[in-house]
């Protein structure tokens, strides 16, 4: 049995000795029930906190640190400022004291900006196709992270810790709500299996939470779920006669040992996991996706394939019920202290066009209102760079600014929340941090950051910890 | 969820006073109303009654009338009594504040921590905090079944609760339960029959003993300690290094358990070996105590020079956390922020307890292998690789040339005008018709010999993986400790020395340290010493509780690392004192204590009850141990019984971890790590010598809830998930084990189906078929194709909840 819900029921036994009584009982009863269904069915839907504005999300993980200033928040004073010497304060040094040991130059942004859609929305040439979608999307442009490495920053940006250790965004929300498809895993993750996130599957770790919310990581290419298939040699039919004889045995051994539950949670498990075999790749099946739909994603060229077919993955899972996808770009893909011309642009060229053709199919098919899609990386980039040389020049981490965007049920489309200083340096208003993030994503979903509660290790853990603020004023 | 939330806020309002940071409290709870009703007048320059109220010095230093506040008294403060309206002028002027504002100000005030020490909040944590007196065993009214004292508690509440305990396991169960317990691995058919035959009245307690002394016990019982001691071979986070020679700390647990090194000893290694006085021959001694360090140093590690400060107090909050984990059983961990919520360890403990790590720093220590090491093996080991690698370079070397030849002349260039990078991509491109696949993989072959050999020799330096003691004149100063407001560096508080928590010495003082001004600071020592003592109230009870949960698959506390209020309460404190006392007079002998435990009536019940219902009505949990719990096998045991099973486990000598086939898919996806696959004998080695690299958990593990190597693991969870039987079905694992044990069934039983079938009954489930499970099994190989329907049929059984749950 969970330890946590052992624990629950223990301090309501506590409390009926300190006087309530019949309504600790009550609840103790409740809780009995609810933990035997637990155990037999982790993954079942439960209620949420509130009403809740979609059923799924999906995060598009862009890691590395992307550009506010060359993307979505644009900023006439650093073309003014091209090639000077970046004014030099206490508030620069603060968290990166090695960066400014010597005089660093402001740096314009190679790419121009235009205003698109009805809304107006400021985006600059390296996202075309993000362009086309914006009266879908809510940008924050006042986000802050809590640590300017990559590892410790994807950590907070997963996990809200920057440490290893705890549970990952997903792994609550699929705790907290289960999952619709019972066929399917109710977390799943897409990275790029060639290059996968720092510290791999720690990123999307049950951690304390039981093991039945960790993602699972499926691949694009290849079969996408460790040990799905039958092993070589192995038939249907095989495969069939010996669940039967499993079944019998199994059958056997219980019915001399009525008194153990987890004897027929283990048997379900089995029925689950040979559903889950031709589930899984009749979800993941793209060849019954349209030529039209295909290329839409970018699906037919070899820069966007791998992510343009991980997008298409994504509304094909969400369409199934699955609680919560989250994709990855390449490792630190957005990373560009050297030449970020060169680097923004490709990566821009594989992420652009898929994403905004998920936008686009989820909302032809009627998904995108129940549906949250986030795109995010782990921090923004400085204004400044390092060389003197601006041809070949780049742009490091910064902590205090970042921008991001959300779109689907439950968001305010259209509209901006935050600002930062002339210079994109720095969050000056609307300011929110991860914790924020993670409080938005879980409102949307029904979730309530501060009840989300798993008892671990001497306290009552939080994704957000002490509580996170939702971002109001891009909600509907 | 709601209700619980709200259950828990009403708890923690019962549970009342908890003391907090004066600095903390004034910030949250008082700030907001002085700000908002009284800063207008008392702030600034000419401030009302000469007081100002923005910080907690104001209000405790006062104004006219003296001290606005007495931490930890409300009664007794000025601002509660004035806007009471106890004495005049009622403040704030002209008004009067809401009386529950007013109330939470009181309260507030008297959770300010005054300095006091804290105190037993109930008789829980009386008892808890107090040194365990041993108890008389009760008297029970059916003496017969009472084997050793243990029963004597147990049958004793069992009857007061109108409970019966179990009967006892029959001797199959019974076997198969010890073997699994012990050693990891199941017995043999042979072993089974054996033991089912002996009738002698000694033939279970020789059992155990043989056991006890088997080396696979070292095996088994030290993989619960890496659990708890947070092991891994990398540093986690991206860059993940492995640490070379983390793998002495892994073979020095094993060889504690298997030696039954005395608990206090290994608990002093472990906090203190470069620091406690050597027992046995010198210089071998000092060289396994070095290694011991390795658990102070096996926590998660992010090297990055631009935060050095901040590393360094991860480094000091992961000692102390979990050293309180571990030993203490105290979550102190909750109180690095903020005092403790639930126990009586304030923030301040917290750093006093931090303070005996101030001079500990990291350190790889020159120690030379010690005898039990096997050091002339690892020598040897050591030169085969370094004759592979001269043998490899050279063949390396012929290989590149000859590539070198065949690009320049494609290019028309000289080969010494080629370099390195351009080499690289043109053999890289696998696009160009330049080199053939072989010429390729001949390549890549070499290149990876090197890199193996390269990444291995590392690990045989003769390195100990620990700790060691900043001293002067090395280095000047040790620094001092601070109580860290919030926990953040930037919020430095009052200055602490090291010091034991109050709760339990009844009174804040420093910790005698006597080793001060030796070769090293002595103060781990100081604490080594403190917990490893017989009057400790908690280390030989957290220790007995965790053998226990082993044993019995649950704790006397469930919670085996929070003994605090928030945890798990035990429903037997007297057998829990009992054992923790027994303990210290078997000289902290945990064979001992295995013995006295299996040895119990309570350990051989069966797992069913002829009056299941009945009890399970009064005790549904199984609190009072009315009969036997299941026990479910883990990751490691899994792997290693199918390796058993199958014939194709091997021994090790311990050494460096070895890398299993499991993660090699896996090991695809970073390409940043090497992951050379080890040799065929190696892989038949039990789990625990598996390379442990902390972002590539093995697959087969991650599913079966292997243990989280970020944090201390005191009990590994017991998930049911699909996966698992994705794993223990399709993997490759467990399909190519079964081919391995069925043709060792066929070697055994010949041609005859009926024979296979019992043997492979046998082999898996300690057991023959019955009558219908034979004709089943035979209806199902009669279907089957020969050459695998053996096989098939042995994966049916490595996959029936027969195998993996222990009765």
């Known amino acids: ?476 | 969820m709601n209700r619980m939330l709200a259950l828990r806020w009403i708890l923690a309002i019962a549970l009342g006073a908890t003391c907090g940071n004066a600095a903390d409290v004034f910030r949250e709870s008082l700030l907001p109303v002085l700000q908002t009703h009284c800063a207008k007048c008392h702030s600034g320059n000419e401030p009302g009654g000469n007081l100002r109220m923005e910080t907690l010095d104001h209000l405790v230093g006062g104004g006219k009338r003296g001290p606005a506040i007495v931490p930890g008294n409300s009664n007794e403060s000025l601002l509660i009594q004035l806007v009471r309206g106890e004495k005049t002028p009622r403040m704030p002027m002209g008004g009067v504040l809401p009386e529950k504002v007013v109330s939470d100000l009181a309260v507030a005030i008297d959770r300010m921590d005054a300095g006091k020490t804290p105190t037993a909040r109930n008789p829980y944590q009386a008892w808890l905090f107090a040194k365990p007196l041993r108890p008389a065993p009760p008297v029970t009214r059916d003496p017969q079944w009472v084997k050793n004292p243990i029963d004597s508690f147990i049958l004793a509440q069992l009857e007061s609760k109108g409970l019966q305990p179990a009967p006892p396991a029959n001797r199959r169960a019974l076997i198969r339960r010890v073997y699994f317990d012990l050693t990891g691995v199941p017995p043999t058919p042979e072993e089974v029959e054996a033991f089912t035959a002996d009738s002698s009245p000694g033939a279970y307690a020789n059992l155990v003993d043989r056991l006890l002394a088997d080396r696979r016990y070292g095996e088994r019982w030290a993989r619960h300690w890496l659990d708890l001691a947070r092991f891994a071979e990398t540093d986690g986070f991206a860059v993940d290094s492995e640490r070379p020679t983390a793998w002495r700390y892994r073979d020095y647990v094993i060889r504690a358990f298997r030696d039954d090194k005395p608990y206090d000893l290994f608990i002093k290694e472990q906090l203190a070996g470069d620091e406690t006085k050597t027992t046995g021959p010198p210089k071998q001694d000092r060289g396994e105590k070095m290694v011991a360090l390795g658990f102070l140093r096996n926590g998660t590690w992010l090297p990055d020079a631009n935060f050095q400060t901040q590393n360094r107090q991860d480094f000091l909050d992961d000692m102390t956390a979990t050293m309180g984990s571990v030993f203490l059983g105290l979550t102190l961990g909750c109180a690095r922020c903020h005092d403790h919520k639930y126990d009586p360890i304030p923030q301040k403990d917290y750093y006093r307890l931090q303070a005996f790590f101030a001079s500990t720093r990291q350190a790889e220590q020159p120690i030379a292998f010690t005898p039990e090491e096997s050091p002339a093996s690892l020598r040897r080991k050591v030169r085969e690789l370094e004759d592979e690698y001269d043998a490899t370079a050279e063949l390396a070397k012929s290989v590149e040339a000859e590539m070198k030849k065949k690009f320049a002349a494609s290019k028309k260039m000289k080969p010494e005008d080629v370099l390195p990078p351009m080499l690289n991509r043109a053999i890289k491109d696998t696009k160009s018709a330049l080199f053939t696949p072989e010429e390729r993989k001949r390549f890549q072959s070499t290149q990876d010999s090197l890199a193996r050999i390269e990444d291995a020799l590392p690990r045989y330096r003769p390195v100990a993986y620990a700790v060691a003691d900043v001293v002067p004149p090395d280095v000047p100063a040790v620094q001092d400790t601070h109580v860290l407001l919030r926990g953040e560096l930037d919020s430095k508080g009052e200055k602490v020395e090291s010091g034991f928590p109050r709760i339990v010495l009844g009174a804040e003082r420093p910790a005698e340290i006597p080793f001060a001004g030796a070769r090293t600071s002595g103060r781990r020592n100081a604490l080594a010493e403190w917990i490893a003592s017989p009057g400790n109230p908690l280390t030989a009870r957290v220790m007995m509780n965790r053998v226990w949960q082993h044993h019995f698959g649950e704790g006397l506390v469930r919670t085996p690392s929070d003994f605090g209020l928030n945890g798990d309460r035990t429903v037997q404190p007297q057998l829990l004192d009992w054992l923790a006392t027994e303990f210290v007079i078997q000289k902290w002998s945990i064979k001992a204590m295995h013995r006295l435990m299996l040895l119990s009536a309570t350990y051989q019940q069966a797992t069913s009850h002829p009056d299941d219902g009945a009890s399970a009505k009064i005790d549904p949990e199984n609190r009072y141990f009315w009969r036997m719990n299941w026990l479910r096998l883990d990751a490691e045991s899994l792997r290693d019984s199918v390796l058993a099973m199958s014939g194709k486990l091997r021994p090790s000598e311990g050494g460096p971890g070895v890398y299993f086939h499991g993660n090699a898919e896996l090991a695809k996806s970073f390409p940043q790590f090497h992951w050379f696959v080890s040799g065929e004998r190696e892989q038949g080695y039990r789990s625990i010598y598996g390379f442990q690299r902390r972002s590539m958990m093995m697959p087969m593990f991650e599913v079966f809830d292997g243990a989280n190597m970020s944090e201390t693991c005191p009990r590994r969870q017991t998930t049911t998930v699909a996966p698992q039987a994705l794993t223990l079905f399709n993997g490759a694992f467990v399909n190519e084990h079964a081919r391995h044990l069925a043709s060792r069934i066929v070697e055994f039983a010949g041609p005859n189906v009926d024979r296979q079938i019992d043997r492979a009954f046998r082999v898996i489930l300690g057991r023959p078929p019955t009558k219908d499970q034979t004709m089943n099994a035979r209806g199902f190989l009669g279907k089957s194709r020969p050459e695998d329907g053996l096989a098939q049929f042995a994966m049916v059984l490595l996959n029936v909840n027969e195998f993996f749950y222990l009765e």
């Not at chain 1, 235009?114 to 999307?137: E, I, M, N």
């Open chain 1, 1 to 476: 049995m969970p330890v946590n819900l052992e624990l629950a029921r223990r301090r309501f036994l506590y409390q009926s000795l300190t006087g309530l009584g019949s309504l600790a009982l009550l609840e103790q009863l409740n809780r009995e029930t609810a933990a035997a269904a637990a155990l037999r069915l982790p993954m079942a839907p439960k209620a949420p906190h509130h009403s809740p504005k979609v059923k799924s999300c999906i995060l598009l993980t862009m890691l590395g640190g992307v550009s506010q200033m060359d993307s979505f928040d644009p900023k006439p004073a650093l073309q003014r400022l091209n090639n000077t010497i970046m004014p030099f304060s206490k508030d620069n040094v603060a968290d990166q004291p090695g960066l400014y040991s010597k005089p660093r130059k402001i740096l314009g942004s190679p790419w121009a900006f235009k205003k698109y859609g009805q809304c107006g929305r400021d985006v600059s040439d390296l996202f075309p196709h993000t362009a086309t979608v914006v009266d879908d999307l809510a940008f924050v442009r006042s986000i802050q992270a809590e640590n300017g490495n990559h590892p410790a920053a994807v950590f907070s940006l997963n996990t809200g810790w920057t440490m290893p250790g705890r549970a990952s965004m997903g792994s609550w929300i699929t705790y907290g709500l289960g999952s619709e498809n019972q066929n399917l895993p109710g977390f799943v993750v897409l990275p790029d299996p060639d290059s996968l996130t720092f510290s791999g599957s720690q990123q999307w770790t049950n951690s304390f939470l039981p093991a039945a919310y960790q993602g699972t990581m499926m691949r694009w290419n290849g079969e996408p779920i460790f040990d799905l298939r039958q092993p070589a040699g192995v038939t249907t039919e095989d495969r069939t006669r010996q669940m039967e004889l499993l079944r019998s045995f199994n059958q056997d051994h219980l019915n001399g040992n009525f008194a153990n539950p987890d004897l027929q949670g283990r048997i379900d498990a089995y029925e689950l996991a040979y559903r889950m075999q031709s589930e899984v790749p009749s979800a993941l099946d793209l060849t019954s996706e349209s030529d039209a739909t295909r290329e839409m994603y970018g699906m037919n060229l070899s820069e966007t394939e791998s992510f343009g077919t991980r997008c298409l993955m994504a509304r094909r899972l969400v369409e199934r019920g699955v609680r919560f996808v989250q994709l990855y770009t390449k490792s630190q893909a957005w990373d560009s202290h050297g030449d970020i011309r060169t680097n923004h642009a490709k990566v821009a060229k594989e992420t652009d066009q898929p994403a905004a053709a998920l936008i686009k199919d989820l909302k032809r098919r009627g998904l995108l209102d129940s549906t949250l899609v986030v795109w995010m990386g782990e921090f923004g980039r400085t204004p400044d760079a390092a060389q003197t040389d601006l041809s070949k020049a780049g742009r490091d981490h910064n902590i205090r600014a970042m921008t991001i965007w959300f779109a689907g049920g439950g968001i305010k489309a259209g509209v901006i929340a935050g600002e930062t200083d002339d210079l994109g340096n720095k969050a000056v208003s609307g300011i929110y941090r991860m914790r924020d993030v993670h409080a938005t994503i879980l409102h949307l979903m029904g979730l309530n950051d501060l009840q989300l509660t798993y008892y671990h290790l001497g306290r009552n853990m939080r994704l957000t910890d002490t509580g996170g603020r939702k971002i109001e004023s891009i909600l509907s």
